[in-house]
């Protein structure tokens, strides 16, 4: 150079190697953080702008990943429980409602089961009385015979088809 260039301005001056000059601080650059838990935008900021608090750019990366990964497994972990969380209330609908379809169908059996025998004994007196009711169509005594045809056949009938008294639902 000759001393009658001037030295030019250094924002122009192109440097030899091709380097630039640093813009900021650090040459950190941020993975997305989770804005999910203050602590990890904390420490990612704190990386980004302080690396040398955190035992320079290194420990400040490697501090920030982990502190960014430990926030994406706590947002998974919190979508699977969520996800849990309601099938568990599915399947807890379903189990009250097979609970409270077992209680009235073991009401009905248990009512049945004292039915049972008023129609058994329906059926049993109906069939004796149409019983008594041909003997006495034998023997001349047609009053009493159709008397006791019509009941054996009603007996019979209601033993059939009585309905005991209990609700559907």
Sequence with gaps: MSTEDPIPDPPQAPSASGQLARQGDSEFVLAEPL????????????????????GGEFNAALIAGATSQIAHELSSVKAMQAQT??????????????????????????SDKGSRHL??????????LLAAAIQLGEIDQKTYAVAAGVGGIVLVLLGWFIIPARGKS
């Design 119 to 128: 129609r058994n004994f329906a059926i049993f007196a109906g069939t004796t």
């Design 35 to 54: 804005n999910e838990l203050p602590i990890a935008r904390t420490i990612s900021g704190l990386a980004s702008t302080h690396s040398r608090s955190m």
């Design 85 to 110: 969380q309601l099938k568990l209330e599915a399947t807890q609908d379903e189990l009250n409602t097979a609970n409270i379809e077992n209680a009235v169908l073991r009401e009905r059996i248990e």
